[in-house]
T-cell receptor, first 115, second 115 residues
């Protein structure tokens, strides 16, 4: 049973436009969410995160939105750049004993930025 | 400073052999995590260390998998009697500590191929 779902395996966006990556979760105990970016043959790189007490977090071109009632979060990248082409993973965590739990990841969305 | 390092970067082994995978976390990070990513899948949590102890081994897929951490630093993941379904990229991540921010920092991974 997948607790974190990224239903789009791939997404193609034109350079300069907005990229929107979606993520849904089923476990209502999740209270911290993260996005990671992964290039081939490299480990995932932390991008941006959001706590369940917020509904938006912004960092430069990246904004994450959280809709707790819908158990849905999204990552917006604007404007999209060629270097943004990568696989993006959504991850979630449960706070317990200081949040030591391993992260639960989605299967990833391959974002392709077209020139 | 240096990031998380893993060795070897690639490992090809015959079915039935034992393998050891090594992880060097970021200096000063007390929390260490192992994940694996099978083809087309997201990252699957395996085990978590806080210092040298492993309070959460829930993700280890079978008793052929074990891990240890010594000196609060280097960790080794051992897979005994490898099977073809063990083929995956094994990723290690570290985090400052249980009371720090939730972001985990990943190494480049070890690609294990069992023939």
């Amino acid at each position: 049973d997948q607790q974190v779902k990224q239903n789009s395996p791939s997404l193609s966006v034109q350079e300069g436009r907005i990229s929107i990556l979606n993520c849904d979760y089923t476990n209502s105990m999740f209270d911290y969410f993260l996005w990671y970016k992964k290039y081939p043959a490299e480990g995932p790189t932390f991008l941006i995160s959001i706590s369940s007490i917020k509904d938006k977090n912004e960092d430069g071109r990246f904004t994450v939105f959280l809709n707790k009632s819908a158990k849905h979060l999204s990552l917006h990248i604007v404007p999209s750049q060629p270097g943004d082409s990568a696989v993006y993973f959504c991850a979630a965590s449960v706070r317990s004993g200081g949040g030591a739990d391993g992260l639960t990841f989605g299967k990833g969305t391959h974002l392709i930025i077209q020139p | 400073g240096a990031g998380v390092s893993q060795s070897p970067s690639n490992k090809v082994t015959e079915k039935g052999k034992d393998v050891e995978l090594r992880c060097d976390p970021i200096s000063g990070h007390t929390a260490l995590y192992w994940y694996r990513q099978s083809l087309g899948q997201g990252l699957e949590f395996l085990i978590y260390f806080q210092g040298n102890s492993a309070p959460d081994k829930s993700g280890l897929p079978s008793d052929r998998f074990s891990a240890e951490r010594t000196g609060g630093s280097v960790s080794t993941l051992t897979i005994q009697r490898t099977q073809q379904e063990d083929s995956a990229v094994y990723l290690c991540a570290s985090r400052l500590g249980p009371d720090s921010s939730y972001e985990q920092y990943f190494g480049p991974g070890t690609r294990l191929t069992v023939t």
